[in-house]
C-alpha cells in the first residue's frame, strides 16, 4: 500500500521555519490524520476514543464466552425486575396473544385441476385436520400445550435464553390419528458432550457439516441446573433431518450474523441498566418508607454512655441494656428524653421529586433498544392521541416482523408435518404431492393471522379501512384481520346465517285486499 502523499502548505513552512520541531510534528500528524481515514470513530489520537482498543471477532467468538451468564442474569431479571418482566410479557402478548391460526392459502396458478370451489374445500378440510392434529394438549410430548399455547412458550424461550429447540418426535396416542407430537428443549441442555473445546464441526453443542450448516445437537438428559438429577451427565444427539429430509429439529433463534450458532437473550443489551433501574427503585421505595417513619436520632452532652434511658414498661435501662438490634422505628413513636439530650431528625428528602423524570429517560432508553417505545414499555399512554397512535404505530411495525419470523421458524414447519402426514394417510387427497416439490409447495402454502392492534379511534378507523376497500387500495378479507383479527369468509357466511334466521323471526306483513299476493 502506498502512502498518500503530503505537500507542506504556506503555514507548515511558515511553522517550520520558526520552529522545525513544530513543523515536523505538525507533518508528522496530518501523515497520521491521512492514514487513518475519514472517520472520526476510528481516530486513536483523540482524548475521547483514546484507550477504546478492541479487536474485532466472529459471531461465536464475541458470543458463546459470555452466554451462560447473560442467560443466568436475564432470566433472574425476568424473574425479579418488573420493567424487564413488562417487556418480555408485552411481546409476548403482543407478538402472540391468542396465538397465530393458520390460514390454508394453496397456490391455485399451479394446481390447476381444482376448481374455485374445490379449492375452497380442500383448504377448509386442511385446517379442520390441522386442528385435530394440533388443537389439544396431546399435541405435547408432555401433554401441556396445544400448538397455539406452544408458541408463547417458544417466544419466550427466545427472548429469556435466546433461544430454544423444539424436537418433533412421533408418538401415537388414542383418539388421535396423527403422531407429530413436539418436545421442547431449554437453550442450556444443548453443550458439547464432556465439555469438550469447540472445533469447526462442533460448536456450543451444535454438530456442523463441513459447509458450517447445523446437522445435529447434542442434548443432556438432565438440566444442568437440575440439584435433582445427580448422575453422572448423558447426552443424546438428535439428528436434524431425516434421510428423506424431514425436518426433526427446530433450532429457532434470531441470526443477527454470518457464522452465529446460538442465539442470545433478547435483554442482553441493557441487562447492566435494568439491573441498575432496578435497584435504583428499590433504594427509593425504601428511602421513601424511612421517610415516613420518626427517625430520630439523640445526642448525648454529657458524653456518659451509662446514663439511664426512659423506663419503657415501668422498667429502667441504660443505653448498655438495650437490644439495639430489637430497636424499630415506628410511625408517630414518641420517646422521652432525659437531662442533657437532644434530638437530631434525619430528612432523607423523600419522595424524591426529580425520580420520576430520571426513571422515564431510564426507560427510553431500554425501551430504544428492545424496540419497545416508552408508552407502552410502562404502560402509560398520557401524550396526545396522535403521539399515543404513533407509538402503538411504531410498535406495531415490529410485531408484526416478530410475527412473520415466528411464524416462518416455528409455525410453518408446523404446518407443513401435519399436512404431510395427513396427505400420507390419506386423510387429503392431493395428487403429485410427493412426486413434485412444486406441487408440494403449492399444497403447503398457509397464511398466519393473529390478534389485531385495536383501535384508539374506533370510528376513524373503521372508516379508513372502508374508504380503503372502496378505492381498491386493500380487499375486505384484509382488513377484517388488521381491525380485529377475524376471517371475513367466515364471518360473511355467519351474517348470511344471521340475515336467514332474522327473516324467519320478523312477522310477515299482512297482503292488501285485492292484490295479489
Given at each position: ?6 505537500t ?19 507533518l508528522?500528524?496530518?501523515m ?15 482524548r ?41 410479557n ?25 376448481t ?12 379442520r ?8 394438549a ?21 427472548l ?31 453443550c ?68 452465529q ?44 454512655p451509662?446514663i ?15 437490644d ?7 410511625s ?18 423523600r ?80 395428487p ?6 412444486l406441487?408440494r ?29 372502496e ?47
Amino acid at each position: 500500500m502506498s502512502l498518500p502523499k503530503i505537500t507542506p502548505t504556506w503555514l507548515d513552512k511558515a511553522i517550520g521555519f520558526i520552529s522545525p520541531a513544530t513543523g515536523a510534528r505538525r507533518l508528522q500528524a496530518r501523515m497520521a490524520m491521512a492514514i487513518s481515514g475519514g472517520y472520526t470513530g476510528a481516530r486513536t489520537d483523540r482524548r475521547q476514543t483514546y484507550n477504546w482498543g478492541l479487536r474485532d471477532s466472529d459471531a461465536d467468538s464475541a458470543i458463546l464466552g459470555d452466554l451462560p451468564t447473560l442467560r443466568a442474569r436475564s432470566r433472574d431479571l425476568e424473574r425479579n425486575a418488573p420493567l424487564a418482566s413488562g417487556a418480555i410479557n408485552t411481546k409476548v402478548t403482543s407478538i402472540v396473544g391468542s396465538g397465530l391460526k393458520p390460514r390454508a392459502a394453496i397456490d391455485r396458478d399451479i394446481l390447476t385441476g381444482l376448481t374455485e370451489e374445490q379449492a375452497d374445500a380442500w383448504e377448509r378440510a386442511a385446517e379442520r385436520e390441522f386442528k385435530l392434529a394440533t388443537g389439544t394438549a396431546d399435541f405435547d410430548i408432555e401433554r401441556s400445550h396445544s400448538f397455539l399455547a406452544s408458541q408463547a412458550l417458544v417466544l419466550r424461550g427466545v427472548l429469556s435464553a435466546g433461544d430454544i429447540f423444539v424436537n418433533l418426535p412421533r408418538k401415537s396416542r388414542p383418539g388421535n390419528p396423527y403422531t407429530l407430537r413436539v418436545n421442547f428443549i431449554e437453550a442450556d441442555r444443548v453443550c458439547n458432550p464432556d465439555g469438550k473445546p469447540d472445533t469447526a464441526t462442533l460448536v456450543a453443542g451444535i454438530g456442523k457439516d463441513s459447509d458450517g450448516a447445523p446437522v445435529r445437537c447434542h442434548v443432556t438428559k438432565h438440566h444442568p441446573g437440575n440439584l435433582r438429577a445427580a448422575k453422572k451427565r448423558e447426552w443424546i444427539p438428535l439428528e436434524y433431518y431425516s434421510k428423506d429430509g424431514r425436518r426433526l429439529v427446530l433450532h429457532i433463534y434470531r441470526k443477527l450474523r454470518p457464522g452465529q450458532t446460538r442465539g442470545v437473550p433478547d435483554l442482553a443489551p441493557v441487562i447492566e441498566l435494568l439491573k441498575q433501574y432496578s435497584k435504583y427503585t428499590d433504594h427509593e421505595i425504601q428511602a421513601a418508607v424511612v421517610s415516613s417513619l420518626l427517625t430520630v436520632f439523640i445526642k448525648n452532652t454529657t458524653g456518659n454512655p451509662q446514663i439511664a434511658m426512659p423506663a419503657v414498661g415501668g422498667i429502667s435501662q441504660t443505653q448498655d441494656q438495650i437490644d439495639t438490634e430489637g430497636m424499630e422505628l415506628g410511625s408517630g413513636a414518641v420517646l422521652g428524653l432525659l437531662p442533657g439530650e437532644d434530638i437530631e431528625v434525619v430528612d432523607p428528602k423523600r419522595p424524591n421529586t426529580a425520580a420520576e423524570a430520571f426513571l422515564g429517560a431510564m426507560a427510553q432508553q431500554i425501551g430504544v433498544a428492545l424496540e419497545l417505545p416508552r408508552e407502552l414499555l410502562v404502560k402509560n399512554f398520557t401524550a396526545s392521541y396522535s403521539a399515543s397512535r404513533a407509538a402503538l404505530l411504531e410498535a406495531w411495525r415490529f410485531f408484526m416482523t416478530s410475527r412473520t419470523w415466528l411464524a416462518e421458524q416455528y409455525c410453518q414447519p408446523i404446518w407443513e408435518a401435519v399436512i404431510t402426514e395427513a396427505v400420507a394417510r390419506g386423510r387429503l387427497a392431493a395428487p403429485g404431492f410427493f412426486s413434485d416439490p412444486l406441487v408440494r409447495m403449492a399444497y403447503l402454502g398457509c397464511e398466519w393471522t393473529g390478534d389485531a392492534m385495536g383501535q384508539l379511534n374506533p370510528v376513524q378507523e373503521v372508516t379508513a379501512a372502508q374508504l380503503k376497500v372502496e378505492a381498491g387500495f386493500s380487499t375486505r378479507s384484509r382488513e377484517t384481520a388488521g381491525l380485529n383479527g377475524g376471517d371475513w369468509e367466515r364471518d360473511e357466511r355467519q351474517r348470511a346465517k344471521e340475515q336467514k334466521a332474522e327473516a324467519k323471526r320478523l312477522p310477515v306483513e299482512p297482503t292488501p285486499e285485492g292484490s295479489a299476493p
